[in-house]
């Protein structure tokens, strides 16, 4: 279904290619199959390139899981000293920052049920906002702070077999990503394969 769904409609942005979509479809199909409940989660979806993916997949099977996604629709935060990078200075604050009535539109043009859409900064989210149960997080907020965040709030509600994907674990000009998961790593020992720019997390 994966290469049918990627063949058959485009990308509505160029955060993320067909390669690396792919590999989170993978990953969230083997999260549905690992597990029997769990919702989808994704943090930093912007104009909802994957998020369309994610839905039409949800929607494909008929799994009744929700999803869930969460994003400033202001852009990037600003960066901190883990972010320097002398290739990644054309990422400022700002930078990236779709509207959540794009967001909207995206679905609607889709013809796909809108997820769950949760406005502000992941700082300011808490632990009401996430759902209990987690089988699939789908992490591409770019910044230390922001993976370091969506990592904090997601960690005690991933149900056993949960797949956590972060986008940019290799970007040389967003450092601050391979960092916060590293750290993360330590103080919770997962299996880390990395595929292109993904780190994928069991
Ligand atoms: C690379 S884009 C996401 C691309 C998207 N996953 C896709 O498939 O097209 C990064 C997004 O993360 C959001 N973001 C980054 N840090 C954030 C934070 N701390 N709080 C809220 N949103 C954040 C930005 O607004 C931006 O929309």
New binding site residues.
């Given amino acids: 279904m994966i290469e049918q769904l990627l063949k058959q409609y485009p990308l509505v ?1 160029d ?2 290619d067909k390669k690396e979509l792919r590999l989170v479809l993978q990953a969230l199909e083997r999260a549905l199959e690992n597990t029997s409940l769990g919702e989808i989660v ?10 369309l993916f994610i839905s039409r997949i949800l929607q494909a099977q008929k799994v009744p899981r929700q999803f869930h996604v ?8 600003e960066k901190r000293v883990e972010d320097q990078s002398s290739v990644g200075e054309m990422f400022r604050p700002g930078e ?3 509207s959540k009535k794009q967001f909207i539109q995206n679905y609607k043009k889709a013809g796909l049920l809108l997820p769950q859409i949760h406005k ?4 300011n989210f808490s632990a009401d906002d996430v759902p209990k149960k987690i089988a699939l997080a ?1 992490l ?4 230390y ?2 993976i370091k ?1 969506s990592l904090c709030l997601i960690e005690s509600r991933l149900v056993p077999g949960a797949i956590i994907v972060v ?1 940019d674990y290799t970007s040389e000009a967003l450092p601050g990503v391979a960092r916060a998961v590293d750290e993360w790593l330590l103080t919770y020992p997962h299996k880390i394969r990395v595929e292109y720019s993904l780190a994928i997390i069991s």
Avoid at 70 to 77: A, C, I, Q
């Fill in positions: 942005s955060q993320v994704e943090f930093g979806c912007y104009a909802g390139t994957t998020s969460y994003d400033s629709f202001e852009g990037l935060p990236l920052s779709v502000g900064w992941f700082e789908f591409d907020g770019d910044y702070n922001s965040k986008d």
